[in-house]
């Protein structure tokens, strides 16, 4: 499985952007993304992470997955985990609305404003999830590109 996300809008404290699902050619769009704004310098918990491609596993341990057992006892088998970032560490695919709620992570949402936004996270997070995660349950390789416009 190919995904990607488009960096489309980016100010001093966030990235706006859109998450999609590539088949062939053809790109699906999934959701709105919001992350931590781009630096030339890494600042710890107030950096995206570098435009590139990585691979997506599950972590099973931590925080995160904890609270996401508990809140999504029927779906969740594990935090979707950004591998292989130069310099950070943890990077996850999880809930939340405003670049507060991120440390490099890419939160998910249906809807998005250029005030660092984003709506509908927990929705967007469940419609997303089941795909991404049965490919990894299957054995599929999940790659995710990150893509600069802004």
Not at 4 to 26: A, C, H, N, P, Q
Not at 31 to 42: G, I, N, P, V
């Amino acid at each position: 499985m190919e995904l990607r996300v488009i960096r489309m809008y980016s100010s001093d404290d966030f990235t706006i952007g859109s998450l999609y699902k590539e088949v062939g050619e053809e790109r699906e769009f999934l959701c709105f993304t919001l992350e931590d704004e781009h630096r030339t310098k890494k600042v710890m918990s107030e950096t995206r992470i570098p435009a590139g491609r990585y691979k997506i596993t599950f972590r099973k341990v931590g925080g995160h997955h904890a609270r996401y057992s508990d809140k999504f006892p029927k779906m969740h088998k594990g935090m979707l985990w950004v591998r292989d970032v130069p310099n950070f560490e943890y990077i996850l695919i999880h809930i939340g609305n405003t670049d507060e709620h991120t440390a490099g992570c890419l939160l998910v949402g249906r809807s998005a404003d250029m005030k660092g936004f984003i709506g509908s996270s927990t929705s967007a997070y469940k419609d997303i999830y089941p795909g991404i995660a049965q490919a990894l349950s299957e054995g599929e390789d999940v790659w995710i590109t990150y893509e600069d416009y802004a």
